[in-house]
């Protein structure tokens, strides 16, 4: 297992170990004495979730005020540009953002801790996601970040306009959103 750095600290990319050969790949994908001791973070997952998203399909940027959620993420099949925002106010970095391509072939997996907002774009033509969280859904909590938030700025590797879900598309700005102390 290998940890990189982002642009926000406290989001981290994970690259597991793959033993691979001719007849496959095989690795684990999560090994909770292995990632606290890579990150130094103990954490309990209490819900896995699975999403299967077309090409150009954007799901974000979620949140659950209460009930907050630190998220395991990672891509089975396809490929995804996957984002992380800042939302501690009293972060320095409150309002910042970072991305990375997620995919079945780099077999990378992000950390996204409490107090963030998270997203993804499907840039394959269809992508399998799966992430663990750290408490439960909670849909009366649950926020969303405009995705296209001009103080946020995302740079996303869009080829056209992407498809929102109803909520998505009603996501609020930065200046209009709850936020985390």
Known sequence: MKIVATDLPEVLIIEPTVFGDERGFFYESFNAKKFAAFTGIDVQFVQDNHSKSAHNVLRGLHYQIQQAQGKLVRVTAGAVFDVAVDLRRSSPNFGKWTGVTLSAENH??????????????????????????????????????????????????????????????????????????
């Open 108 to 181: 990378r997996q992000m950390w996204i801790p409490v107090g963030f907002a998270h997203g993804f774009i499907v840039t394959s033509e269809s992508a399998e996601f799966l992430y663990k969280t750290t408490d439960f859904w909670a849909p009366e909590h649950e926020r969303c970040l405009r995705w296209d938030d001009p103080t946020v700025a995302i740079n996303w590797p869009l080829s056209a306009a992407p498809s929102l879900s109803a909520k998505d598309k009603e996501g609020r700005s930065l200046q209009d959103i709850e936020t985390f102390a």
